[in-house]
């Protein structure tokens, strides 16, 4: 027996805040061995209020430890969305005797102006650090880019583009994304806009992040654009293009809408700055839709696990891929290994890993692609069953029978992503964390990510199948907690 843990639905190797309201990722970044992130925080309430950017440092991404808040909001307004940069070259003029300063970018939110609606109440500003982000000034000369009179232009991604010696930001802006660049973080010029006739549109635009990948030994640009409403489950999500950047205009490739990660909780999600040849996502694990009222006390909200980006090509046409990150090895307690196993109707998983904790790892393959479901459950009779739907050649993520649901009518749903590999054999990776699901199918070219609240922990593992599938290899791997 388990004793309940006196913070039901609390994350254990997911970062969550030891309290109040979290949302978006903000400033990741990798500077002289630590990673940080920062976050949108409240740290006066578990609802969204005034933001302010709370801060979190880790070595490995996996171990995180909570800071004092970074930034709090001023006189221009709340510290909304942004990114941090590794100012090498020191073109902001901010370090001193040969430091090498930390900016960070950011949206001031004017809640005064949004009031008087004069529309321009949302524009860009600095503030850096030149003690590893343990101290943060704002630059005196904010804001760096006023409003032009676009009442959603916020949260800034920005990253050093080596062909032209300048720093390129992507910025949100309505319906559309706007580039700028510039010398030194201070002063920005106008390049060019991207999206206003392509893409989703079921919503706003929000937290973009342009960045190279390499395909073939070709550079290969990705623009993640999150949308709110709109997403393909309901609620926020997060869209891309690929496509040709050349430090002015983004081109892509095709203007078929793509989605990063299918279930509802992978929302604003961007990339570390400064990590080399990795490309590394943290989304926040939640949905505008019901993020203010989910059943969790005294904090809301948890980042989704660090994932390593790619690209992979699928007759003729490339798509992004989302693998978690190997880091999270360091999680790894006992491994259970099952080989050949057919199961026809139902094979109980549990007697055998003895899963105790529901915090795994789950890797599989199959022989074929045929139907078959992942069932995590307790005693109580909740359910999230996790599955492959061959006739609809689409995975599943069915939290309707999760336990708590009520908080929100859309929330207890079955969500689907269509299979996007065409490989005959199936292989997933599941990574369960007391209260979420990450599913990353074919090498990560299908990704649904969904939370739930169980009444007790999900510990029983159950695989089914009705028309009987083979798995040749099964491992399942016990996950240690990371939090303190
Ligand atoms: C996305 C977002 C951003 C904004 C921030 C405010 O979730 O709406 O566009 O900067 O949250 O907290």
């Given at each position: 027996v388990v004793a309940a843990s006196?913070?039901?639905?609390?994350?254990?190797y997911h970062f969550s805040p030891k309290a109040h309201w979290m949302n978006d990722p903000n400033g990741m970044v990798y500077f002289n061995g630590t990673y940080h992130l920062f976050f949108q925080y409240y740290?006066?309430?578990?609802?969204?209020?005034?933001m302010h950017w709370g801060h979190a440092t880790s070595k490995d991404m996996v171990r995180w430890q909570e800071q004092p808040i970074a930034l709090f909001p001023d006189s221009l307004g709340y510290i909304f969305s942004g990114s941090a940069v590794v100012d090498v070259n020191n073109t902001t003029g901010f370090?001193?005797?040969g430091q090498t300063p930390l900016v960070a970018i950011f949206t001031h939110h004017n809640p005064v102006l949004e009031k008087q609606k004069t529309g321009k109440h949302e524009y860009q500003s600095l503030a850096y650090s030149l003690d590893e982000g343990k101290t943060w000034t704002k630059y005196a000369?904010?804001?760096v880019l006023p409003n032009?009179?676009?009442?959603?232009?916020r949260d800034p991604k920005v990253r050093w583009y080596e062909p032209q010696k300048k720093w390129i930001m992507t910025l949100a802006t309505k319906d559309r994304i706007t580039f700028y660049s510039s010398p030194d973080l201070k002063n920005w010029t106008r390049e060019s806009e991207f999206g206003s006739t392509v893409g989703a549109h079921g919503g706003v635009w929000e937290c973009p992040d342009l960045f190279p990948l390499t395909h073939n030994g070709k550079t290969v640009w990705t623009l993640l654009v999150s949308i709110?409403?709109?997403?393909?489950?309901?609620?926020s999500a997060t869209q891309y293009f690929v496509g040709d950047f050349d430090g002015k205009t983004f081109k892509p490739y095709s203007t078929e809408t793509k989605w990063l990660?299918?279930?509802?909780?992978?929302?604003a999600g961007v990339t570390f700055s400064n990590t080399g040849n990795r490309t590394i996502l943290m989304g926040w694990?939640?949905?505008?839709?019901?993020a203010n009222v989910v059943?969790?006390?005294p904090w809301r909200s948890a980042t989704t696990v660090p994932r390593e980006l790619g690209l992979k090509e699928v007759n003729k046409e490339l798509f992004l891929t989302s693998v978690p990150v190997?880091?999270?090895?360091?999680?790894?307690q006992e491994t259970v290994l099952v080989n050949n196993l057919t199961v026809k109707d139902?094979?109980?998983l549990t007697a055998k890993t003895?899963?105790?904790?529901?915090?795994f790892r789950l890797e599989l393959s199959t022989k074929t692609a045929g139907d078959f479901a992942i069932v995590l459950a307790n005693e109580q009779g909740n359910e999230v069953v996790i599955g492959y739907d061959k006739t609809a050649n689409a995975y599943y993520i069915d939290?309707?029978?999760?336990?708590?649901?009520?908080?929100?009518?859309?929330?207890?749903k079955r969500h689907t992503a269509p299979r996007?590999?065409?490989?005959p054999k199936i292989s997933l990776t599941l990574l369960v964390d007391v209260a979420s699901v990450e599913l990353f199918a074919d090498g990560g070219l299908t990704v649904m990510t969904d939370i739930f609240f169980p009444d007790?922990?999900?510990?029983k593992l159950v695989i089914k199948s009705a028309s009987g599938i083979v798995i040749p290899a099964l491992e399942y791997t016990k996950l240690t907690s990371s939090v303190k």
């Open positions: 006196p913070e039901p639905h609390r994350p254990q740290p006066d309430g578990t609802t969204w209020g005034p370090g001193k005797n000369g904010n804001p032009p009179g676009i009442t959603d232009f709110n409403p709109g997403g393909p489950n309901g609620g990660d299918y279930g509802t909780d992978n929302y694990m939640s949905n505008w839709q019901y059943p969790t006390d190997e880091e999270l090895g360091a999680l790894n139902r094979y109980e003895r899963n105790e904790s529901g915090l939290r309707s029978k999760a336990g708590k649901t009520g908080f929100e009518k859309g929330f207890g996007l590999s065409v490989d007790t922990d999900l510990t």
